[in-house]
């Protein structure tokens, strides 16, 4: 009997109508695994897209914030030059005040500095 019953399921296996089933589910599977495959595809370049956006948008805003730096160091550096100018024209300005008002104590003066240099030189 048991003979009987395996001679029956190799029937029933090879049957045309079991077989037929069995590819189509293999091709829905397919289809369903392409699908899949499309879906992550899209998700892919979509994920790809975004970050190329933010990578971008990160970019600009980092020269832009390069640009706002470089523009104030410009700015300060100016504004230093100027005040340096200003200090120049104010000790040139003094110098030649206490030159003209005590011309005998600026000659010494200038006397002793040389001979203060002169000294520390030989050492």
Known sequence: MSTTSAEAGMRDWTDKATRERLEKDVAAVKSDIAALTDQITDALNTFANSTSKQARRGYRQARENMDTAMDDMSERGSAMMDAAQ?????????LEDAITQRP????ALA??????IGAAWRR
């Open 111 to 116: 006397l002793g500095i040389g001979f203060l």
């Open 104 to 107: 005998l104590a600026t000659v």
């Open 86 to 94: 200003e200090a120049y024209g104010s000790i040139e300005e003094t």
